[in-house]
């Protein structure tokens, strides 16, 4: 019995030893892996400048960092021609490493930056040759740098019309839209005068200046693409320029010696000389507010704004084709040409004197027939007229000699 007893605690003694050394000779578990936060950007915080920085922190709670940390930035837009920014940084062996990756983008929108490290967890040595753990964390963002503010902003008036070209410098910004240009009168605010077609329009005409002299002031806000396809930001408004438009010549005098002259009330003064790329785009008022600041705005506002611009764009009338028809000679009313965009209306009843009435074919034609016959008239006593002073220059020539008496009449 006793040596039972024996022979079952030895047995026991044997499997706890047997289970102890199965657990010493157990690989170690692996750890998690490098854990990775990103500390700048922020979660889709919407960054103001194109030059930022990529911040991260990498560490392993029971093991150190090898291998390489590396850093990317890649545009999310679609069609984006932002190429992908990639930097490594060598890994310090140690539980923890910070990384700076700086970062220039030359377009604006949305953006991913991911960060990936890699970790060695603490292990006997004989087991160094276990796979590596990589982890990656990621984070979105948007860059929505405002364009520089446009340069070198000169008007220059037209003499004859006092019209203003306003010109400047081309921004370089590669996803720049188009230009707002906003005009003031004297010291008053500034509105919108209008917009360009796209970036390469640097000048536009404002013909308005010739319906009242005085001084205006000009002001260029560049809009390039913000953080969508939708939005946009704007520049803070270039220098503002200055264009001091007279107002319309005085009629011609006659004066003594024979020469006519005349003065122009209020002389003009422009800023720069004329530009030699003025594109000739004449925009209009709209009703978006003015920009006094770099900011996002909804690019949906300035639709309307390119439509009239391009409306009275200068060649966007018709041009005039000589004589027409419906000229205003030969009748005893007033009369006025009726517009493309309006409808003549049918007479309602006899037309009384100084009515005013529309210009048709039918009067057109009796005033081309009476003209005919004033002109025929005009030849017919003329060649009379001719005939006559030629034939009292003959007799006076040659004198006219007597009948002889055979041969007067009896």
Do not use: C
């Not at 979660?43 to 030059?51: A, N």
């Not at 093991?63 to 992908?84: C, E, R, T």
């Not at 010696?257 to 209020?266: D, F, L, N, S, Y």
């Not at 009703?287 to 506002?301: E, F, Y």
């Amino acid at each position: 019995m006793k040596t039972f007893a024996r022979l079952r605690g030895l047995a026991a003694a044997a499997t706890i030893l047997t289970v102890a050394g199965a657990g010493a000779l157990a690989p170690p578990a692996l750890a998690a892996g490098p854990s990775i936060t990103i500390i700048r950007p922020g979660d889709d915080q919407q960054l103001p400048t194109e030059s930022f920085a990529v911040e991260a922190l990498a560490s392993m709670s029971d093991g150190v960092l090898v291998g390489k940390i590396k850093v990317s930035v890649v545009p999310l837009d679609a069609n984006s021609p932002q190429a992908p920014a990639n930097g490594e940084f060598t890994a310090n062996e140690r539980a923890e490493q910070r990384v700076t990756f700086p970062v220039t983008v030359d377009y604006n929108g949305h953006y991913k930056a991911l960060v990936t490290a890699t970790g060695r967890d603490n292990r006997p040595p004989l087991l160094e040759d276990r796979e590596l753990e990589n982890r990656t964390a990621t984070r979105d963002f948007f860059v929505v740098a405002p364009p520089a503010p446009p340069s070198n902003v000169r008007p220059v008036i037209d003499k004859e019309s006092r019209a203003v070209t306003l010109s400047w410098n081309a921004n370089t910004e590669k996803d720049l839209l188009f230009y707002v240009v906003q005009r003031a009168k004297g010291d008053g605010p500034f509105s919108p005068l209008g917009k360009t077609d796209g970036p390469g329009d640097t000048s536009i005409i404002d013909p308005s200046t010739a319906e009242a002299a005085g001084e205006y002031r000009y002001q260029v806000v560049a809009v390039r693409k913000g953080a969508t396809s939708g939005e946009g930001v704007n520049s803070d408004p270039s220098p503002v320029a200055t264009a001091s438009v007279p107002g319309p010549p005085a009629p011609a005098t006659t004066v003594p010696g024979g020469t006519t002259g005349g003065t122009t009330p209020g002389g003009g003064t422009t800023a720069g000389s004329t530009p030699s790329n003025a594109t000739g785009t004449t925009l209009s008022p709209n009703s978006p507010g003015a920009l006094k600041r770099s900011g996002t705005l909804d690019l949906s506002g300035f639709s309307s704004m390119k439509n009239q611009a391009r409306r009275s764009a200068p060649g966007s009338q018709a041009p005039d084709t000589g004589f027409t028809e419906t000229l205003p000679f030969g009748s005893t009313n007033t009369t006025r040409l009726v517009g493309e965009d309006e409808q003549a209306a049918p007479p309602s009843g006899p037309e009384e004197e100084g009515e005013v009435r529309e210009l048709g074919a039918e009067d057109a034609s009796n005033d081309r027939q009476q003209s005919a016959a004033f002109l025929a008239a005009g030849l017919l006593a003329t060649v009379l007229l001719m005939h006559l002073l030629w034939i009292k220059g003959e007799v006076a020539r040659e004198p006219l000699e007597a009948v002889p008496p055979e041969l007067a009449p009896e």
